[in-house]
């Protein structure tokens, strides 16, 4: 796994005590908030409804088991002993109190964690495939690129004021579990005619109030030429990118409004000038990262394992949770599980000290000590022998997260909306608990098959909404919480921005109308094999239109 | 009629707080000072004046109406969520325990 550097180390060790000088300046008074709220953000530090929160980076989503451990700890010691997964592989404490940040910082610096580049008008960490480095269907690992992309923009002094925040995030397989087409640059790592490893290149999505999928520019990329081509995209977007309204500095307003096309050539024309510059990866260089993120030594190829075979016929909770919650792994007779945090109405996301203490645990005596964050407010345990499921299943059962519900219509992803957020006119968390408990007989969850609802607080759609197979967007309407309903996003390679199907719901409303969808298609579908989305993209608004409000 | 109060966040611990009647703060919303509209203006300059000397962040304005007890209640849901200290779901242990009761009552 990788380490980061002697040179990193101090980097980090330097910015904790520059924050912890800042930090006794504010509180001391001799700093403002207007001075102060610009340095809080490049540390990962909000002020929001009811106290300050920390926003912690899962470089990738990648941790082990001492890391994971030490979000227990921040989250007894200067938290409220839980934490919120978020759907940037990002951590989130929610009440730490700004002066013992830094010590909490300082804790994280010990296992090389840190908040940078997890808020601010900069390149914000890296996301990658949860799956990375594990699952059957991919390429190559697009971990080591992430990494070498964050290496280039931590301190690239070009791109430290950005017009705005900038998400890059990268997928190493076919199907894409790191939504790349809604970053500002999404990559696909995949292999040429000749084998040759590279990226296909997107750019301009993004979600927000103005939700774009991104436009392919590049069809092959060859590896070595990632940050000459990386800079060009940014420097033709810090150059043109418009400042005088934050509303449209995204990178997705300035390929709207200019073309996909013009940009494109824009971005050539720039890469062309550069690209056998300094910036050019020495192939040693990226195999010398690769090696960082290696499978572990002892991961070696297994018979069928019997014994699963024996409890998955003895136990059908069992069986169905090994049907839903692993995934297919490159090494025989290994999977990856996915954690579920989404217990039948609990809050999407959010886990105890005690459970990341299990979960640590169970990760570095069954797991290879390995553990991710995955997009959809999960954890995963990327490398799992088939032998050890049972194992693992009983101790993720004693600690309430077993749940065999992964890509179900209650793994919801939400916000933290109006329960947190100071942004948010609505609440998210308990209209995702209502729907879960709507829908908690597993049986009738498995009937429906693959659903991904998706929610946020406000047009901000840090919940996703725009790209749930059903969204719900929470607003406020004449002092009330109002609901409204998107159907037939994908935030996967079949990427889509969802249709705002009506008028909005009130919360006494809004369960139902997501139940009278989902009875449409049952009763619509083909089979079972016909997914909500397949069937929606079939059948179009009409019928759910229909069954909602009465006229198609 | 709707009366205002003042609400800030305090600055070394984040948390909501409402100015008194002394001109102090306090996280307890029933200590809040009700404020006619009249010296409104007074009360939000000496508001910015602790923001200026670092006392707490941001202060605002809010409606709210007075119960029958005398305790101020905010108008809009935002408020009323700052005002009670915390999400209107439960969290962290409590959360696992609340579930854990439901679970067996169901059960
Ligand atoms: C609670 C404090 C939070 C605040 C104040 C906040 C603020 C924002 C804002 C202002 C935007 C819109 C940016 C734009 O359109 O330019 C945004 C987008 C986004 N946020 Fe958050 N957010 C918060 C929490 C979260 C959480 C918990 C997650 C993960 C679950 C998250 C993930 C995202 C994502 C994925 C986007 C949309 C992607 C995009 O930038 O296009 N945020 N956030
Ligand atoms: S979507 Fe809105 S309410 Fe939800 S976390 Fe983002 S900013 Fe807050």
């Known amino acids: 796994m990788y380490r980061y550097d002697e040179f990193d180390h101090e980097f980090v060790t330097a ?47 990648t941790m082990n088991s001492r890391q994971l451990r030490m979000l227990a700890h921040i989250a007894r010691k200067y938290d409220r002993g839980y934490g919120h997964f978020t ?38 960490n890296v996301t990658a495939d949860h799956f990375a480095g594990a699952a059957a269907d991919e390429v190559a690992d697009p971990r080591p690129y992430a990494e070498i992309l964050r290496q280039w923009s931590s301190l690239h002094p070009e791109f430290v004021f950005l017009p705005r925040k900038f998400k890059v995030a990268v997928t ?82 300035l390929v709207h409004e200019t073309g996909a096309d013009e940009i494109s050539r824009q971005v050539e024309e720039e890469w062309e000038r550069i690209r056998h510059g300094a910036l050019k990866l020495p192939q040693g260089e990226v195999e010398r990262i690769r090696e960082y993120f290696a499978a572990p030594a002892t991961l070696k190829a297994l018979p069928p394992s019997a014994a699963l075979a024996v409890e998955r016929a003895r136990d059908p909770e069992f069986d169905a949770w090994v049907e839903r919650n692993t995934h297919p792994h490159h090494v025989a007779g290994h999977v990856s599980v996915t954690i579920s945090l989404k217990a039948i109405g609990s809050t999407p996301g959010d886990a105890t000290a005690e459970q990341m203490d299990a979960v640590a645990d169970i990760a570095e005596r ?28 009983d101790g993720l059962a004693a600690i309430g997260l077993a749940t065999a519900n992964a890509g179900l219509v209650t793994d919801i992803i939400a916000c933290p909306g109006l329960d947190y957020c100071a942004l948010a006119n ?96 049952i009763a619509k579908r083909e089979s079972r094999d016909e997914t909500f989305l397949a069937a929606y993209r079939r059948l179009g608004q009409g019928p759910f239109k229909e069954a909602l409000y009465g006229t198609p | 009629m709707t ?13 909501v707080v ?29 508001a910015k004046a602790q923001h200026e000397a670092q006392i707490v962040v941001d202060p605002y304005e809010i409606e709210a109406t007075v119960d029958a007890d005398g305790v101020p209640v905010p108008v809009r849901l935002r408020e009323k969520i700052r005002a009670a200290g915390g999400p209107t779901v439960a969290y962290g242990e409590a959360e696992l325990a609340g579930r854990a009761v439901l679970l067996n009552q169901a059960g």
């Open chain 1, 87 to 124: 759907t940037r592989q990002n951590i989130q404490f929610n009440w730490p109190k700004l002066s013992e940040i830094p010590d909490a910082l300082a804790d994280l610096a010990s296992v090389e964690m840190h908040a940078i580049q997890t808020s601010g008008n900069c390149i914000r």
């Open chain 1, 15 to 61: 910015r904790v005590a520059q924050f912890r000088d800042q930090v006794g300046r504010r509180v001391s008074g001799e700093l403002t908030e207007d001075q102060f709220k610009p340095l809080r953000l490049m540390n990962g530090v909000y002020l929001q409804l009811h106290a300050y929160m920390l926003r912690v980076a899962v470089p990738y989503g």
């Open chain 1, 172 to 253: 190493g397989a076919e199907r894409d579990r790191a939504a790349i087409q809604v970053h500002d640059i999404g990559l696909h790592l995949k292999k040429d005619e000749n084998g040759r490893l590279g990226f296909a290149v997107y750019i301009g999505g993004g979600q927000g109030r103005t939700p774009m999928i991104a436009k392919k520019i590049r069809d092959f990329l060859p590896e070595e030429d990632l940050l000459s081509y990386s800079e060009a995209i940014l420097r033709v977007y810090n150059l043109n990118g418009r400042r005088d309204n934050k509303y449209k500095a995204r990178i997705k307003i």
């Open chain 1, 366 to 393: 069954l797991a290879f000590d390995e553990i991710r964050v995955s997009h959809e407010q999960n954890l995963i345990l990327p490398h799992v022998a088939e032998d050890d499921l049972r194992a693992i299943y």
């Open chain 2, 3 to 15: 009366d205002k109060l003042i609400t800030a966040n305090h600055l070394a611990d984040g948390l």
């Open chain 1, 426 to 521: 609505a609440r998210s968390i308990p209209v995702a608990q209502r729907i879960s408990q709507r829908f908690g007989a597993i049986e009738r969850q498995r009937d429906i098959g693959d659903l991904k609802i998706k929610i946020s607080g406000c047009i901000n759609a840090c919940g996703h909404h725009h790209v749930g197979h059903i969204g719900i967007l929470g607003v406020e309407k004449k002092g009330e919480e109002f609901y409204q309903i998107s159907l037939g996003g994908s935030g996967d390679e079949d990427a889509a921005i969802g249709e705002i199907i009506g008028r909005g719901f009130s919360t006494e409303e809004i369960v139902d109308a997501v139940e009278t969808l989902v009875d449409t298609y």
């Open chain 2, 18 to 46: 409402f100015l008194t009647a002394a001109g102090g703060w306090s996280y307890r919303l029933a200590d809040a000072r009700v404020i006619p509209d009249a010296e409104l203006d007074v009360a939000l300059a000496h």
